[in-house]
């Protein structure tokens, strides 16, 4: 049914940078907030950034700034564009989507930043 796929992690020096995307597939009725979250080693998965069906968006501390996120409603896209990348930033990163009123998961997708 309802499925979120992510791609575009990798590994990266830090200063790099990488494009996440993330595609929503299946019997969509509507599609309302879209986010980014990650998870890194024996932390609590975080808000990384987020986007209303709107266009407004909410982005981490840490990474406002260096990240922007974007969606194509047309394609039922969201991304997440990564520049100056910092080790801190290594985690797996999930895609959300709030699809039908339900709050879906991607798989996720590792990015890891080298020092």
């Known amino acids: 049914q309802v499925q979120l796929v992510e791609s575009g992690g990798g590994l990266v020096q830090a200063g790099g940078s990488l494009r996440l995307s993330c595609v929503t597939s299946?019997?969509?009725?509507?599609?309302?907030?879209m986010g980014w979250y990650r998870q890194a080693p024996g932390k609590q998965r975080e808000l990384v950034a987020d986007?209303?069906?709107?266009?407004?968006?909410n982005y981490a501390d840490s990474v406002r700034g260096r990240f922007t996120i974007s969606r194509d409603n047309a394609k039922n896209t969201v991304y997440l564009q990564m520049n100056s990348l910092k080790p801190e930033d290594t985690a797996v990163y999930y895609c959300?989507?709030?699809?039908?009123?339900?709050?879906?998961w991607g798989q996720g997708t590792q990015v890891t930043v080298s020092s």
């Open positions: 959300n989507a709030l699809v039908n009123w339900i709050h879906y």
């Open positions: 299946g019997r969509i009725v509507s599609i309302g907030v």
């Open positions: 986007i209303s069906l709107g266009g407004t968006t």
